[in-house]
């Protein structure tokens, strides 16, 4: 599988410790120079913000996708190759899937939760066949990854949809799986 655009989910949150920025620093870096272009939510603070300038400072291209109600002034970045307009929320999310080859969450809140979850439904269900992986970075995602393996336990999904998504540990690891990336056979949703 060929990818020329990834889909990044991240914090816009500037008072993060410094671990999540020097990922998405070194992640961005490395999207440059496999010439992978970055969808992402458009915004100049925070991780979104530290990936987009250090994709644009290696000379790759950047899309950023907002909502109306978040085009503000000092939120959107200025630097982008591309910016896409959406009416609400829903067709934000829904265009940076259709862009998109690929998924990565770095850390992030409600927003970037929702974003991974919906892309992992939508792969599970078999709408599409693409790498999600998950940048476990200061393993921020333990306890999410704890609470996916109580769904398995309790037979709230088949044990299988493990190959939903990858978890990266590092940036090179991240990068290593998605350059080499094969989708899974997926087995039937039900229960049976």
């Known amino acids: 599988m060929t990818i020329k655009t990834l889909a990044v989910y991240c914090s816009s949150s500037d008072v993060l410790d410094q ?14 120079s496999h010439q992978w272009q970055l969808v992402y939510g458009g915004g100049m ?30 939120v959107v970045n200025t630097i982008d190759d591309e910016l896409i307009i959406t009416p609400d929320m829903h067709t934000r999310k829904a265009k940076m899937v259709e862009l998109s080859d690929g998924y990565v969450a770095l850390g992030g809140g409600f927003g970037t939760l929702e974003e991974l979850l919906e892309v992992m439904t939508l792969k599970q269900l ?36 493990r190959v939903l998504y990858h978890v990266s540990d590092t940036v090179t690891d991240c990068i290593s799986y998605l350059h080499n990336y094969q989708p899974p056979d997926l087995p039937d949703k039900w229960f049976v």
């Open 45 to 74: 603070v925070g991780l979104m913000g530290a990936v987009a300038k250090s994709i644009k400072g290696q000379g790759g291209r950047t899309i950023g996708v907002v909502p109306e109600a978040l085009q503000i002034d000092g």
């Open 126 to 161: 078999g709408y599409h066949e693409k790498p999600i992986v998950i940048l476990n970075t200061r393993g921020y995602y333990n306890k999410l990854l704890d609470m996916f393996e109580t769904i398995y336990a309790e037979q709230f999904a088949k044990q299988q949809y």
């Open 19 to 32: 671990e999540y920025f020097d990922d998405a620093h070194a992640f961005g870096e490395a999207m440059a």
